[in-house]
C-alpha cells in the first residue's frame, strides 16, 4: 500500500469514527491543507455518513477566517 492510500484510509476510518460523535442529520466539515487525500472512497464515506466535504485552499484560513 503507498503513503497516499494509507492517509486515505486513516481519513476514511477518522470519518466513520467522527460520525458517532457528530450531531443527527448533515454537518460541515471544513479542513485546511488536505485536498490531496480526497478521492472517491473518501467522499463516498462522507457521503455515507451525511458529512458535507469543505476544503479550504492550502494556508489560507488565517485570511479566510471561515469560523467568523
Known sequence: MTSHG???EAFVN????F????VAGSCL?????AISNLD??????AD???ITLLS????TTHELQ???
Open 6 to 8: 494509507s492517509i486515505t
Open 14 to 17: 477518522w470519518l466513520t469514527h
Open 19 to 22: 460520525s458517532h460523535y457528530k
Open 29 to 33: 466539515l471544513m479542513f485546511d491543507r
Open 40 to 45: 472517491h472512497s473518501t467522499v463516498e464515506a
Open 48 to 50: 455515507r455518513h451525511d
Open 56 to 59: 479550504l485552499p492550502n494556508q
Open 66 to 68: 471561515p469560523m467568523d
